[in-house]
C-alpha cells in the first residue's frame, strides 16, 4: 500500500459545474438540517 500513495499522481482534470447545477447544490445544502439526540442523528429536507 506504501508504494500506491508514494508514485506521483497524474494530474486530474478540472469538472466545470454548470450554474443550475450549483444552484441545486446550494439549495439543497440551505435546506437539510441534521437533528441530534443521544443516540442518533436525523438528516432533515425541508422544502
Not at 13 to 35: G, P, R
Amino acid at each position: 500500500m506504501e508504494n500506491i500513495y508514494s508514485e506521483e499522481q497524474e494530474t486530474l482534470k478540472t469538472v466545470k459545474a454548470t450554474k443550475e447545477t450549483i444552484d441545486f447544490l446550494l439549495n439543497y445544502s440551505k435546506s437539510l438540517h441534521v437533528v441530534g439526540s443521544k443516540n442518533h442523528q436525523f438528516e432533515l429536507t425541508l422544502n
